[in-house]
C-alpha cells in the first residue's frame, strides 16, 4: 500500500507564481525525498529531508517536514515552464525501501 | 554516464506470451530495483535487491520474477503476461540500501522505463 499521499492531485499556475503541494504519510520515517518526472521519462531526485530535520531548502526548491502531523510540504518558488513535471514524495521507513505516493501534476502556463 | 538503462522502451505482448525486461546500471550501484506505474497508483515496488546475489518481494512480485545477474544488471520477467501487467515499468539503481546508511546513499535513480502493453 502507498505510504505517501500528494495533494492536490493537480495545480495549474501561471509562470513566475508559487506551487506548492502537500504529502501526507501514515507511519513513522526514516527520511522523505521528493522526486519529479516529466512527461515519459523517469523520476528524478530533487531532495532528501532527514526526520530530525524542519526545513531544507535547495535553490528554488524549499520542502517543509512535520512529523507530528505526518505531513511535509514542497514548495517551488519563481516556477519556469521547465517546472512543469509530476511531483512525487517518496518516504524511507525502517524497512529499507521507499514507498511513492500517486503524485501532484503540475502545469506552468507561459 | 548513461546512469541507468533499460531495454526494450516499448513492447507490446499477447497475453500467455513471456518476456524480460533488461536494466544495467553503470554507476557501480549495490541495490536495484523495479517498479511499476500505473495511472493515478505512483510506483509500487514489485523486486529489489539489496546487493549482488540477493533479491527481495516487493509489494506487488505476484506474476513476476527476477534475477541479479552481476552488480550492473538486474532483469524482470514476466513467465505468462497478462492484461493486467500493462504497465509502465521502471528500474532504479542506489548506492545502498541499509538503514543506517548516508542519505546520499539512499538516493534511487531511474532509469527511462518501458512501456508494456499486454493484449
Known amino acids: 500500500s502507498q505510504q505517501g499521499e500528494e495533494d492536490p492531485q493537480a495545480l495549474s499556475i501561471q509562470e513566475g507564481e508559487n506551487a506548492t503541494m502537500n504529502c501526507s504519510y501514515k507511519t513513522s520515517i526514516n527520511n522523505l525525498q521528493w522526486y519529479r518526472q516529466n512527461s515519459g521519462r523517469g523520476l528524478v531526485h530533487l531532495i532528501l529531508?532527514?526526520?530530525?530535520?524542519r526545513e531544507k531548502h535547495s535553490g528554488r526548491l524549499r520542502v517543509t517536514l512535520d512529523t507530528s502531523k505526518k505531513s511535509s510540504s514542497l514548495l517551488i518558488t519563481a516556477s519556469r515552464a521547465a517546472d512543469t513535471a509530476s511531483y512525487f514524495c517518496?518516504?524511507?521507513?525502517?524497512?529499507?525501501?521507499?514507498?511513492f505516493g500517486a503524485g501532484t501534476t503540475v502545469t506552468v502556463r507561459a | 554516464n548513461a546512469g541507468v538503462t533499460q531495454t526494450p522502451k516499448f513492447q507490446v505482448l499477447k497475453t500467455g506470451q513471456s518476456m524480460t525486461l533488461q536494466c544495467a546500471q553503470d554507476m557501480n550501484h549495490n541495490s536495484m530495483y523495479w517498479y511499476r506505474q500505473d495511472p493515478g497508483m505512483g510506483l509500487r515496488l514489485i523486486y529489489y535487491s539489496a546487493s549482488e546475489g540477493t533479491t527481495d518481494k516487493g509489494e506487488v512480485p505476484n506474476g513476476y520474477n527476477v534475477s541479479r545477474l552481476n552488480k550492473r544488471e538486474f532483469s524482470l520477467r514476466l513467465e505468462s503476461a497478462a492484461p493486467s501487467q500493462t504497465s509502465v515499468y521502471f528500474c532504479?539503481?542506489?548506492?545502498?540500501?541499509?538503514?543506517?546508511?548516508?542519505?546520499?546513499?539512499?538516493?534511487?535513480?531511474f532509469g527511462a522505463g518501458t512501456r508494456l502493453s499486454v493484449l
Open positions: 529531508i532527514r526526520s530530525n530535520e
Open positions: 517518496a518516504t524511507r521507513s525502517n524497512d529499507y525501501k521507499l514507498s
Open positions: 532504479a539503481s542506489s548506492e545502498r540500501q541499509g538503514l543506517f546508511s548516508l542519505e546520499a546513499k539512499n538516493i534511487q535513480y
